[in-house]
Each structure stands twice: as structure tokens, then as C-alpha cells.
T-cell receptor, first 111, second 115 residues
Framework: DQQVKQNSPSLSVQEGRISILNCDYT??????FLWYKKYPAEGPTFLISISSIKDKNEDGRFTVFLNKSAKHLSLHIVPSQPGDSAVYFCAASPTGNQFYFGTGTSLTVIP | DTGVSQNPRHKITKRGQNVTFRCDPI?????LYWYRQTLGQGPEFLTYFQNEAQLEKSRLLSDRFSAERPKGSFSTLEIQRTEQGDSAMYLC?????????????FGSGTRLTVV
């Protein structure tokens, strides 16, 4: 039972353009949402978070949007850079301890 | 700060054998988590410790799996009577209390292959 879904396995974007990665969840008890980035042969690294009391959080080139009524969050990267090429996972939790991860979206930024 | 260290990086074992993995967290982190990631999937939560106490266990953690953190520092994850379905990347993460997932630091994982 996949509680967090990333329906796009891959995404290609031109350098300098915007990358939009999407994530949907089913559990209305989720209050903490994160995006992680993963390079091959490394563990995931934290990118940005948002809690359910907000609808937007921004950190440099990265912005996460949360739509609780639609149970949807998205990550915007602008401008996209070749070093952003990686697999991006969204994750959600009701408590901030046990996180449920999506299946990931592989982003390729084309120079 | 050397990050979260996991050993071994790779393990190949025959079906039916027991295996044990080790995780050394960041020294000031008192929370430690184990996740499992299979091909094409995201990490799945297995269990977490606060100091030496195991506070949550997933139903994924069958009777063949056991995790310990005896002195509240390093942790071990043992799989008994391995099955081919146990083949996966086993990830460890640690964090300070109250930081949640944005405070997780993941290790590079132990890749298990059961043949």
C-alpha cells in the first residue's frame, strides 16, 4: 500500500529552466513532508522540508509547495543546473519519526 | 564529524545464511533509524532507536530480523535464514532529538545480495 506516490519516474529539463517534481499522498494524518536527493552509491541527503501549517517553503533555488486539500506537494528547482541531476524522493510522516517515501523521480538536467 | 558509517558496503550470501550489518551514527545523534530500499522503490522504514531503546518497529521487520543498539551508540541489524526477497540496500540514518526527517543523516548503505 503505497501511501506516498511519485508518478513520474523520470524528468529531463534544459539547464536554466524550471524543474517541477510532483508527489501525492493518501494519508491525511501526514504533517511533515520532505524532499531528499540521492546520487548513485550514496545515501539520500535532505533537501527541503515543509510542515502542514505552511503551503510554501523556499530555500535558494528550491521551493516546496504543499496543497493539503489535494494531498499534493511539489518541488520547484529554478534555475536547474546539471549538478541537480539525481533521484529525488519525497517523504511524509505523521510524527516526524517514521517517514514514508515515494518511489523517486530521476531528474536529468541537460547542459 | 565523519558522518554515518555502514559496514560492510556489500554483502553476498547464500540463501539460509545469517548476516549482520553494522551502523555507526554521528556521535552526538541519539536517534538511529534503519530503512530498506529495494530496486525501483523508495526507502521503507524498518525500525528506530532513541539511545538504546527500540521505540518503533515496522511490520516489515519479520521474526527473522532483529536490530540492537546495546549502548546507545552503534547498531546492528541481523537477518536470520536469509531469503532472496531480502536482497536490498539497507540504509541507516541518525538524527538529534526533535529534528525529524530534516535532521536525518543517511549512511551510504549496505547492499545485500542473497543468492
Amino acid at each position: 500500500d503505497q501511501q506516498v506516490k511519485q508518478n513520474s519516474p523520470s524528468l529531463s529539463v534544459q539547464e536554466g529552466r524550471i524543474s517541477i517534481l510532483n508527489c501525492d499522498y493518501t494519508n491525511s494524518m501526514f504533517d511533515y513532508f520532505l524532499w531528499y536527493k540521492k546520487y548513485p552509491a550514496e545515501g539520500p541527503t535532505f533537501l527541503i522540508s515543509i510542515s502542514s501549517i505552511k503551503d510554501k517553503n523556499e530555500d535558494g533555488r528550491f521551493t516546496v509547495f504543499l496543497n493539503k486539500s489535494a494531498k499534493h506537494l511539489s518541488l520547484h528547482i529554478v534555475p536547474s543546473q546539471p549538478g541537480d541531476s539525481a533521484v529525488y524522493f519525497c517523504a511524509a510522516s505523521p510524527t516526524g519519526n517514521q517517514f514514508y517515501f515515494g518511489t523517486g523521480t530521476s531528474l536529468t538536467v541537460i547542459p | 564529524d565523519t558522518g554515518v558509517s555502514q559496514n560492510p558496503r556489500h554483502k553476498i550470501t547464500k540463501r539460509g545464511q545469517n548476516v549482520t550489518f553494522r551502523c555507526d551514527p554521528i556521535s552526538e545523534h541519539n536517534r538511529l533509524y534503519w530503512y530498506r530500499q529495494t530496486l525501483g522503490q523508495g526507502p521503507e522504514f524498518l525500525t528506530y532507536f532513541q539511545n538504546e531503546a527500540q521505540l518503533e518497529k515496522s511490520r516489515l521487520l519479520s521474526d527473522r530480523f532483529s536490530a540492537e543498539r546495546p549502548k546507545g551508540s552503534f547498531s546492528t541489524l541481523e537477518i536470520q535464514r536469509t531469503e532472496q526477497g531480502d536482497s536490498a540496500m539497507y540504509l541507516c540514518a541518525s538524527s538529534r532529538p526533535g529534528t525529524g526527517g530534516d535532521g536525518y543523516t543517511f549512511g551510504s548503505g549496505t547492499r545485500l545480495t542473497v543468492v
